[in-house]
């Protein structure tokens, strides 16, 4: 109860800077720690379907404020032969992904380097 009354006596500037802060927090956590855990499984769920292919995704690392997406040991195995066991059929140790949001503007979706 202290706490809601010495927040209503603070001014404009104050409340704005906080609620501007706990956005910033909230965004970060939600960005590092809790779409990592989400999409991993969408993520190899999809492309397994789409290719009916095993695929396999160490980490899935995305920084919410620089816009980019590394993704860690990803490998796509061959389908299984009946003599053989699953070869790989594409590998990556690292791919790293880097949006470009000023591309939004022009109604575009690019990557940069």
């Known amino acids: 109860m202290f706490i809601i009354k010495k927040f209503k006596l603070l001014n404009k500037k104050s409340k704005v800077l906080r609620y501007m802060l706990a956005f910033i927090l909230f ?3 939600v960005g590092f720690l809790l779409l990592p855990i989400i999409l991993k499984p ?4 999809s492309v397994s379907e789409k290719l009916s292919r095993k695929v396999q995704l ?3 690392k995305i920084n919410p404020f ?3 997406v590394t993704l860690n040991k990803f490998s796509i195995t061959g389908k299984q032969h009946s003599n053989k066991q699953d070869e790989r059929f ?3 140790n690292q791919l790293f992904l880097n949006f470009n949001a000023l591309a939004l503007f ?3 979706i690019a990557f940069d380097e």
């Open 27 to 29: 965004y970060a956590l």
């Open 58 to 60: 160490q980490s899935l």
């Open 106 to 108: 022009n109604k575009t």
């Open 42 to 45: 969408i993520l190899i769920d």
């Open 66 to 68: 620089t816009l980019s």
């Open 90 to 92: 594409f590998s990556l």
